[in-house]
């Protein structure tokens, strides 16, 4: 890896060579090309896909077709036998086809006050990071209430 192929998202800086962690026998993660002390930032959406939903489209259709093609009093019997017979014809393209296509975007953060003032504001902005700690706060003050209140009293019956 050369430090060209990292970047900061917010800075723009690239790393120092001295930052690009070496190449070790015993390691291996997921993390081998992020630079020692920067942060990756992950997102990743997962959307229908417009093929799927058109095979799926197509299946109902074909369905309704030979079911309509059939004499009323056979169409309710039929429609199992359909089902099976048209999901065999469409079985190969629905397993090349996946249901959800995932994308997926990735960011690198810089180590360093402007990274770390950069990234402590995305945290904020998307309630990660403070939110836990808020909570974790309230229930180390819930716990403290309740060990000072006596037995029997409303704090019990909270907690």
């Known amino acids: 890896m050369t430090s ?8 723009g800086a690239l790393p120092d060579d001295a930052d690009l962690p070496a190449d070790h026998p015993l390691e291996d993660d997921d993390l081998a090309d992020l630079p020692v ?4 930032v992950t997102l990743q959406t ?3 896909n417009p093929a ?15 079911v309509q093609g059939l004499p009323k009093a056979q169409r309710k019997a039929a429609v199992v036998g359909v089902r099976v017979q048209v999901a ?3 079985a190969a393209l629905k397993a ?3 249901p959800y296509l995932i994308e997926t975007e990735i960011a690198h ?3 360093g006050e402007e990274g770390t003032a950069g990234f402590d504001q995305l945290k904020a902005l998307l309630g990660l990071g403070e ?7 309230e229930a180390e003050e819930a716990e403290a209430d309740n060990a000072d209140a006596p037995e029997g009293t409303d704090a019990d019956k909270v907690a």
């Open 109 to 111: 953060i810089a180590s």
């Open 88 to 90: 065999a014809q469409l």
């Open 131 to 137: 939110g836990a700690e808020a909570e974790e706060a």
């Open 46 to 48: 997962r959307a229908a």
């Open 96 to 98: 090349a086809t996946a």
């Open 37 to 40: 002390g920067w942060t990756r």
């Open 4 to 11: 060209t192929d990292v970047f900061c998202a917010l800075t």
């Open 52 to 66: 799927w939903q058109e095979i799926i489209a197509v299946e109902e259709a074909m369905i309704a077709q030979v």
